[in-house]
């Protein structure tokens, strides 16, 4: 079987179904193109009611549309240092994913956004810095740097960090 972006679409959103049958309801039964699950009680639920958090990466039309219908939360993505650049797409998504949740009756504000910066070698404090300061101008509040490719060794890495966050603390709420 040839596996393509409607295939996986259609096993998540079928997956999203079985996940909030086992989550909510007992007993559970589930017959779907992908997965079966027989009549089944299943006593271990989550402790978050009615369910966790789902958050889903996307940025295709579908994929925006599906976080608006479904999803608790965005998980966005911009690179830096060209991730400043990004903003006006990050926001066009966004609204992608406001109209849909309006369209399934549900309240666009209720849909997290966290934006994932991902950060390019040899970027430098100030730059990723830089993309910190425009995404929280511009309202995106939660955030996470990835550093997997900034340095190496875990000295130069926590090096690295406080000086980031010694120029972005004064002006970023941290958790």
Do not use: C
Not at 50 to 78: C, K, M, N, Q, S
Not at 104 to 130: C, K, L
Request: no cysteine; proline share 6%.
């Amino acid at each position: 079987m040839k596996v393509t972006a409607r295939s996986l679409a259609s096993r998540l959103d079928e997956l999203l179904d079985v996940l909030d049958a086992l989550w909510t309801t007992n007993p559970v039964e589930h017959h779907g193109k992908h997965w079966s699950i027989p009549q089944s009680w299943v006593d271990l639920k989550p402790v978050q009611r009615p369910r966790p958090p789902i958050y889903l990466g996307a940025f295709t039309p579908r994929g925006l549309r599906r976080i608006g219908e479904r999803a608790d939360g965005w998980l966005a993505v911009v690179q830096t240092p060209a991730g400043v650049h990004h903003i006006g797409s990050l926001k066009r998504q966004r609204a992608m994913i406001d109209a849909a949740a309006l369209a399934a009756g549900r309240d666009p504000a209720a849909i997290a956004t966290n934006v994932r910066i991902n950060v390019e070698a040899g970027s430098e404090v100030d730059q990723v810095a830089e993309t910190i300061q425009t995404l929280t101008d511009t309202g995106y509040s939660d955030l996470f740097v990835d550093l997997k490719f900034v340095v190496s060794g875990v000295d130069a890495h926590l090096e690295w960090v406080q000086r980031l966050v010694d120029q972005v603390g004064p002006t970023v709420r941290r958790r």
